[in-house]
């Protein structure tokens, strides 16, 4: 109060302490007072917050989890900085050691400290508002309404149900992405795709009478996935610039579900959106590994994406690529699996695969779960099921520039 009646005064302790500070660091080399520090600290444990966590804890954002409602960060700071700590949170299952990843979300050590300290001392009382992930409303090529009239039950074991849907599509069309817009933000964990042109899953589904039917999407060695997938970490997904999933003309959507209890049945009722591809994409196609079933390459390739489908019984996970010559490229690992945290990776860049360039899963089983009996879902699980999505190399001709 007094300063603000004498603001030459004010001024000058302020100098005083300039001076001060500027007489401590340089007559005895000591770091930061202690105090300022642990302020700069704070401010990037709540820049750290607000980068890495608001993606999917706002109202609006995929986990279901609002972290920026008012008290709720307050009253979860410490799980909050628990699950920092333990490495749950921000979800990312692969390590560091396979090909290169897009959008990576694993801290640094630094980042990591800084926002468990943030946390552990109680957070702030409110976080900087930031705008929404609203869906951007691009056109889509095609809309598709998933699971209405499918109830989740309240325990919190995983549900899968498939579902066979038949959008009207006359000509083949290709795609440059996914959008998922859930009803319920959480509820829903993934979703992922193939297309039927056999009618086996049209024939699945009418055989209940609810939506959908009891069972994991896989129609023979056409796994689900093989046509794309969404996870609620990403609920938007884009294809690297240039390449594409084709959409075949006349083939029933096949959607596998994966959904988890929240204490009450709900419903996880989403819109699926496919997004237009740029012009002159190049277009993926799948290479599934079932069980022991590796994978060859018949021509040279860019392995673009892959994504894992396996149960609890899961723990690790390795996919490597041997060439002919037998040296061998690890493409992902997955210390320890964790289906909640599924989602389509995308290489970055893409890695090249030479003809003959075979691909083998290799997994180990949680010991713990190998005691839980299997149910028909737990089964189709207990190995995983890997999708990788390859183009093929662009031949020599593609690179010429048109004159
Ligand atoms: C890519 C999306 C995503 C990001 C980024 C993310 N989370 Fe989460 N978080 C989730 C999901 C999904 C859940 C699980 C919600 C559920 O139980 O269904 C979750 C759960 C949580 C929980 C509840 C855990 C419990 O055991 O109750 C906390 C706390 C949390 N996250 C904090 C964080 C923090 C802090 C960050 C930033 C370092 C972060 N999250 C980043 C998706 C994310």
């Not at 920026?68 to 900085?81: D, E, F, I, K, S």
């Not at 589904?205 to 794309?228: F, K, R, T, W």
């Not at 890695?351 to 005691?371: I, K, M, Y």
Request: aromatic share 4%; glycine share 6%; with cysteine.
């Amino acid at each position: 109060m007094h300063a603000h009646h004498h603001p030459r005064t004010r001024r000058g302790v302020v100098w005083w302490r300039v001076l001060c500070a500027w007489a401590a660091t340089c007559s005895t080399a000591l770091p930061c007072p202690a105090a300022q520090s642990a302020r700069a600290h704070a401010h990037d444990g709540e820049r750290v917050f607000i980068r890495a966590c608001l993606d999917c804890h706002t109202a609006s954002g995929g986990s279901g989890l609002d972290l920026t409602a008012p008290g709720v960060l307050q009253r979860r700071a410490l799980t909050a900085a628990k699950v920092v700590r333990d490495g749950t949170m921000p979800p990312w299952l692969p390590n560091s050691h396979g090909a290169s990843l897009r959008d990576a979300r694993a801290l640094t050590a630094s980042d990591r400290a800084a926002l468990m300290q943030w946390l552990e001392s109680g957070a702030a009382q409110t976080v900087a508002s930031v705008p929404s992930a609203v869906s951007q409303d691009s056109p889509a090529v095609l809309t598709v309404r998933l699971a209405e009239g499918w109830r989740v039950p309240a325990d919190p074991g995983l549900a899968v149900r498939s579902f066979a849907l038949t959008p009207e599509i006359d000509q083949a069309t290709l795609v440059g992405g996914f959008e998922l817009v859930a009803d319920a933000p959480g509820v829903l964990h993934g979703v992922s795709f193939l297309w039927d042109q056999l009618g086996y899953g049209i024939r699945l589904d009418n055989s209940e009478s609810a939506p959908g039917y009891d069972a994991v999407g896989d129609i023979g060695l056409n796994a689900s996935g093989s046509a794309g997938a969404i996870s609620r970490l990403a609920p938007r997904v884009t294809l690297p610039r240039e390449y594409a999933i084709e959409i075949p003309m006349r083939a029933a959507l096949i959607v596998e579900a994966h959904a988890q209890g929240r204490g009450k049945v709900e419903s996880p009722a989403a819109t699926i959106r496919f997004l237009p591809a740029p012009p002159n994409a190049r277009v993926l196609r799948p290479l599934s590994m079932h069980r022991a079933l590796c994978a060859t390459l018949a021509d040279a390739s860019e392995a673009v994406a892959i994504s894992v489908r396996a149960g609890p019984r899961v723990q690790s996970i390795e996919v490597v690529a041997i060439d002919l010559r037998g040296s061998t490229v690890r493409l992902l690992e997955i210390p320890r699996w964790n289906e909640q945290f599924a989602e389509p990776w995308f290489f970055d860049p893409p890695v090249a695969l030479c003809a003959g360039t075979r691909l083998e899963v290799r997994s180990t089983v949680n010991p713990a779960a190998e005691l839980v009996p299997l149910d028909a879902h737990a089964t189709a699980m207990s190995e995983p099921t890997v999708i990788v999505l390859v183009a093929d190399e662009p031949t020599p001709e593609s690179h010429k520039k048109p004159n």
